[in-house]
């Protein structure tokens, strides 16, 4: 499979805990992007990585979390002292710097208790 | 007044009748427009992406693009109950040459045998 792979796919955690989640872009693709999305609403931006470097960060992105992508291929997103508010699906895009469309992978779904 | 507005639905249309879901868009500079559809529990998986005013088919999907009422349409023809899943629309409000996707809530389409 070439697609974006997520992982994990599922995450439960406790308040408080931190978390971590992974993704893999499709290979050829220097653009990754994070998203989430809350039960009956859209993906919400998060960031933007052009190769190693982040790009964009959004306002929705608060000290807790950060994001890397160390060596320009996967990135990684934690969340520290995870709060209830957390709770959501967190979707990994990428694309390829000739083209606009984004190409999304499953998802990590996060549960904080 | 939310940047990408949709009718969250449901709508229900009989199978083998066409489905139009609409969406508009606050910022008059957006360029490009895209439509996802997502199923329940899954990830958005893209359907189709237009820049230009006027129409673009893709096989059973047509989508319409009229920037100066600042409206975006897809139309749905044969609809099966397989197409049955929220359609998200989104708007690029990138700069500098990358993306940021900007989506709707969705629209819930149901489609009954």
């Known amino acids: 499979d070439t697609g974006v792979s997520q992982n994990p796919r599922h995450k439960i955690t406790k308040r408080g805990q931190n978390v971590t989640f992974r993704c893999d872009p499709i290979?050829?693709?220097?653009?990754l992007y994070w998203y989430r999305q809350t039960l009956g609403q859209g993906p919400e931006f998060l960031t933007y990585f052009q190769n190693e470097a982040q790009l964009e960060k959004s306002r929705l992105l608060s000290d807790r979390f950060s994001a890397e992508r160390p060596k320009g291929s996967f990135s990684t997103l934690e969340i520290q002292r995870t709060e209830q508010g957390d709770s959501a699906m967190y979707l990994c895009?990428?694309?390829?710097?000739?083209?606009?469309?984004?190409?999304f992978g499953p998802g990590t779904r996060l549960l904080v208790l | 007044q939310k940047e990408v507005e949709q009718n969250s639905g449901p709508l229900s249309v009989p199978e083998g009748a066409i489905a139009s879901l609409n969406c508009t868009y606050s910022d008059r500079g957006s360029q490009s427009f895209f439509w996802y559809r997502q199923y329940s529990g899954k990830s958005p998986e893209l359907i189709m992406f237009?820049?230009?005013?006027g129409d673009k088919e893709d096989g059973r999907f047509t989508a319409q693009l009229n920037k100066a009422s600042q409206y975006v349409s897809l139309l749905i023809r044969d609809s099966q109950p397989s197409d049955s899943a929220t359609y998200l629309c989104a708007v690029n409000r990138g700069s500098g040459g990358y993306n940021k996707l900007i989506f709707g809530a969705g629209t819930r389409l149901a489609v009954h045998p």
């Open positions: 895009a990428s694309s390829p710097s000739s083209q606009e469309t984004q190409y």
């Open positions: 237009i820049y230009s005013n």
């Open positions: 290979s050829e693709h220097n653009r």
